[in-house]
Structures are given as structure tokens and as C-alpha cells.
């Protein structure tokens, strides 16, 4: 089992910046695939970005691209979401997720492990 814990979320004007953490606690973090996916009121969950297991190769959503960045440290079995350039879309409540499947990172459905979530609200 893998625990997840996400932080760093809260209230920015446009065009500030956030970074969120994600902390993963029980089996081996460096075997798993890690996701962000994001879900604004009234809205399905979406995927926001992904990483692999080693950290060589990311995914992005089209709104996510040139404004957010994924990264992950294994020795401190954590997985950042760096946000720049904030919009008052981008106000949702952010997962990470943690998955074993190397296959369709943008697939909710293949992940096996989820946080709580954290609150972002961007303001105008």
C-alpha cells in the first residue's frame, strides 16, 4: 500500500505560482508512475501531468504545457507540481496519484493509490 499526502495548495491572484508536494509513504515510491489530476467545481477530474518512475519522461495536459512542471525526487519519496502563470481556471482541487502500469498515464482508472487532495483557488 502507498500513502499519499498532498500539500502546498491555497489562495494566489492570477498570474502567481504555487508548487504542490506530494509525499508517498509505504512500498518502494521509485517503482511508481505519478500523476496529477485536478478537479474544478462541478467538473470531471482531469489529468493534469505525469511522470515516470525513474523521472526521464513527462506527459503534460495542453493547458498544463509551457506553465506547469512535474518532477520528482525518489530520496525524499516526493512529487512536485510547479505552477506558474495561474489562471482563474485552474481553480480545482489537486490529486497526485501513484501507479504501477506504465501504460496510458493519462487514465485515472490505472492508478492504484490516491491523496486527499489539496485546494487551489486562483483569484482575478
Known amino acids: 500500500q502507498v500513502q499519499l499526502v498532498e500539500s502546498g495548495g491555497g489562495s494566489v491572484q492570477a498570474g502567481g505560482s504555487l508548487r504542490l508536494s506530494c509525499a508517498a509513504s509505504?512500498?518502494?515510491?521509485?517503482?511508481?508512475?505519478m500523476g496529477w489530476f485536478r478537479q474544478a467545481p462541478g467538473k470531471e477530474r482531469a489529468f493534469v501531468a505525469h511522470?515516470?518512475?525513474?523521472?526521464?519522461?513527462?506527459l503534460y495536459a495542453d493547458f498544463a504545457k509551457g506553465r506547469f512542471t512535474i518532477s520528482r525526487d525518489n530520496a525524499k519519496n516526493t512529487v512536485y507540481l510547479e505552477m506558474n502563470s495561474l489562471k482563474p481556471e485552474d481553480t480545482a482541487v489537486y490529486y497526485c496519484?501513484?501507479?504501477?502500469?506504465?501504460?496510458?498515464?493519462?487514465?485515472?482508472?490505472?492508478?492504484?493509490?490516491w491523496g486527499q487532495g489539496t485546494q487551489v483557488i486562483v483569484s482575478s
Open positions: 496519484a501513484a501507479k504501477v502500469l506504465s501504460v496510458a498515464p493519462m487514465n485515472e482508472r490505472l492508478y492504484d493509490h
Open positions: 509505504g512500498r518502494t515510491f521509485s517503482n511508481y508512475g
Open positions: 511522470i515516470t518512475p525513474s523521472g526521464d519522461s513527462t
